[in-house]
């Protein structure tokens, strides 16, 4: 007998994310930009006049870390007996608390949700998310206006005229210097973007296909992007700005990522700890503490 659990628990963001140590509830980075070109030219012995404060466009930003937790327990008699498909009761719910735990940060650091210090009971830490930090419902007040996210759609289906607007807009605001850029998508908007290569097919006589014969088949799927404005990796994710404790997928949203610009801060890495039997059964619990570092808004951007 086999236990099978089908639920998705791919977390591309936390996956592709660098991976830092918090030292504190509260961590920070700077961001900083360049001026606009200048060629005007400097007169034969002209001498220097004035000078330029080069860290005067420095900028600093924070996020707090948020901690997520999944408790478990299995009475005395579940553990004692046999159960189909599972040969250690306690272990198996362990193993699921920290499953469960995995998709719970990975919603939180996708989502649109503001930091948020402790203020008591009922008020704990939240980590600021993604989708917040490229301005869904209204962008923070910390971020300047200079490094604010400028690359993004809310077109109801892409297209890939609309798909290519936003690289367009990406590249001209910092002109990608990462190179390589990573589309965690929605469900719907991963099916759109495939839909672009059978539009093409539907618009010509004949659509050419150079493919192996041994894999008898014909891919019109679009895993890799290659466009005028950059390459584009599109993975399919259902944790795209979702809300705390609801099932329900956004399957249009999608977070354009540029990965050397997001970075997850760890100030407890994910942990299990085994809580004293009180005479019911075993007890314990999974837990994390982190947050989630947005480089500069604008090295990224979104579809919503």
């Not at 509830?25 to 001026?35: A, G, P, R, V």
């Not at 997001?262 to 942990?271: G, I, M, N, Q």
Request: a negative charge.
């Amino acid at each position: 007998m086999i236990l099978t659990i089908l639920e998705p628990e791919s977390t591309p963001l936390t996956s592709l994310a660098s991976k830092k140590k918090a030292t504190g509830t509260f961590f920070e980075w700077q961001c900083d930009s360049l001026s606009v070109s200048s060629f005007a030219g400097i007169g034969e012995g002209e001498d220097v006049q004035s000078f330029t404060n080069q860290a005067a466009n420095r900028t600093r930003l924070g996020n707090y870390v948020q901690k997520l937790r999944r408790s478990y327990m299995v009475s005395d008699m579940e553990q004692l007996v046999d159960t189909a498909g599972v040969s250690n009761e306690f272990a198996n719910a362990e193993s699921k608390a920290v499953r469960e735990l995995k998709r719970d940060f990975e919603s939180a650091i996708c989502s649109a949700q503001d930091r948020q210090a402790e203020a008591g009971a009922g008020s704990p830490y939240k980590t600021r998310g993604m989708l917040k930090w490229l301005g869904v419902g209204g962008q923070p007040s910390d971020v300047p206006a200079a490094f604010q996210n400028v690359a993004n759609d809310t077109t109801a289906t892409q297209t890939e005229t609309t798909f290519n607007t936003v690289l367009q807009e990406l590249y001209e605001a910092n002109g990608m210097p990462g190179g390589q850029l990573t589309l965690i998508a929605g469900p719907s908007l991963k099916a759109q973007i495939s839909d672009f290569s059978r539009a093409v097919a539907s618009v010509q006589s004949t659509y050419q296909v150079t493919q192996s014969a041994e894999s008898k088949k014909i891919t019109l799927s679009v895993n890799l992007y290659d466009g005028d404005f950059g390459t584009v990796a599109i993975v399919p994710s259902v944790f795209v700005n979702r809300t705390s404790g609801s099932a329900t997928v956004d399957g249009d949203a999608g977070l354009l990522i540029d990965p050397e610009y997001v970075s997850v801060f760890t100030l407890k890495a994910e942990s299990r700890s085994e809580l004293e039997d009180q005479g019911g059964g075993q007890r314990g619990f999974a837990d994390l503490i982190a947050g989630i570092s947005c480089d500069s808004p604008k090295a990224h951007g979104y579809f919503n």
